[in-house]
């Protein structure tokens, strides 16, 4: 009876010993361990965590924001979309492509307002 499961216990072992050996490879043969001040130091939002609240805030950060939005939305909506399409008509392509449009134009503001460039 045990028999019948000693191909899982290997596919198991050699899944592990895969991870492992990605872990270790990854972390400690391939990475660069050059750590200095500046990969040290907190970073929150574009600016030092611990100064004046008061600060003005860079408007780049919410267009970044903004832009993960949009294509977060236009993924999580196309997929269950494509997948029923043929059910649905003329009248879900018609809110989909209406959809992807307001997805359009919040895209070209970003890209007017300079977000897919980081200087």
Do not use: H
């Not at 059910?87 to 503001?109: K, N, Q, S």
């Amino acid at each position: 009876m045990l028999e019948n499961y000693l191909p899982v216990l290997i596919f198991i072992c050699i899944g592990l010993a895969t991870g492992v050996v990605m872990v270790l490879l990854g972390g400690f043969v391939l990475a660069p361990r050059k750590p200095d001040a500046a990969k040290n130091s907190p970073y929150e939002c574009g600016f030092e965590a611990f100064e004046d609240a008061r600060l003005k805030f860079d408007v780049r950060y919410y267009l970044v924001a903004i832009l993960f939005i949009i294509f977060d939305l236009e993924i999580a909506f196309l997929f269950p979309w494509a997948i029923v399409l043929d059910e649905i008509g003329l009248f879900g392509i018609l809110a989909m492509g209406l959809f992807l449009g307001i997805l359009v134009v919040g895209f070209i503001y970003e890209w007017k307002k300079g977000a897919l460039e980081w200087e």
